[in-house]
């Protein structure tokens, strides 16, 4: 079974994060919620964007990132300058991008991509008016692009299809297809 984690940072976007995590649990993709900052005390408790609070599976000191198969960074703000910030999380991300490992983010965490020298050559998109922190990408608007182990979307409005790319990834068209159908997506 093939296992990701979607980290979660104070602000983070709520629809992005979980619906990744609930398409791919559906389609029996071993999904974490990985929280990297805690509120008052709250194990694993992190606020979104828009005031939902969630309870991630595991801290992120807990994450076995040598069972993982991608790392998922959803957008929101201040949640895609709080995934930057933490300084751990960049390092295993750093190390994913190296091995070549699947790293994916939606929305305005794709920045991170470009900060980080991932995107040079390669098509990715983001949130409209973060297309000049995609460094060195041939930006497009596409609402899901895939680039060998990088994947990119825009929003939450491509939510959907960025989850249903991710599950295609380990699960196969056939797979995904079957699912946006369950779902009455398109």
Known sequence: ?????????????????????????????????AAVTMEDGEACCVTGSHNI?????????????????????PGGMPGTRNLEAYAPLMQKLDAFYKE??????????????????????????????????LVGAKVSVNPVEISEHVTTSRGLGTAIPFALAIVERFCGSEKAEELAKSVVYK
């Open 100 to 133: 070549g490992k699947c790293i994916s983010a939606i929305c305005a965490a794709p920045s991170i991509f470009g900060h980080r020298g991932y995107l040079e050559g390669r098509n990715a998109c983001a949130y409209p008016g973060f297309e000049k922190e």
């Open 1 to 33: 079974m093939s296992r990701i984690a979607v980290f979660l940072a104070a602000g983070f976007e709520e629809i992005e994060a979980l619906t990744v995590v609930d398409l791919c649990r559906r389609a029996g993709i071993e999904a974490l919620t």
């Open 53 to 73: 609070t969630v309870k991630a599976d595991v801290a992120f000191e807990e994450v076995d990132f040598d069972g993982l198969d991608m790392i998922v960074l």
